[in-house]
């Protein structure tokens, strides 16, 4: 597995979370992920919600990572200097904050966290579901067969 990881340091300012998606898409793109692709989009909110999380809950520095493997997943990650494990929280009714983590376990096919120097990082992974095959063209009344036999 060839693998490509590029990694942003982000600041502890609440002002780094819009920083950080726009080079995420700018990453993205490069990387052959379209912007206008449903992977794309889920990708962006994911280092949304992680890079607010790091930054409004930790007041530190943090640095994001991208990783880009060569059948298509990418793996996120964050890393702060807090050594506080993440906690997932339940938000309620117009409740402003409280559903990022739910966000990502929603969006991420993995996601967790393990100790980074004397901080922690949290990561997902998101795999690259394979374009769909087209539909056969079919002339109208013809018969379809389904090659089987």
Sequence with gaps: MQVLQV??????????VGRARRWARSRLAGSGIREDEPLAETLVLIISELVTNAV????????LRMLFAAEGGVRVEV????????RPRRAHGD???????????????????????LGKSIWCEVDRAAPAAPAPVVAPGAAVTSGIG
Excluded at 56 to 63: N, Q, W
Excluded at 96 to 104: C, M
Aim: proline share 12%; glycine share 14%.
């Design 79 to 86: 890393a702060d200097a807090s050594d506080c494990p993440p």
């Design 56 to 63: 409004v809950h930790t007041g530190c520095p943090a640095v």
């Design 95 to 117: 409740d402003t904050n409280g559903r990022g983590l739910e966000l990502v376990d929603g969006l991420a096919d993995r996601w967790g966290w393990q100790p980074e120097g």
């Design 7 to 16: 990694q942003l340091e982000v600041g502890p300012d609440p002002a780094e």
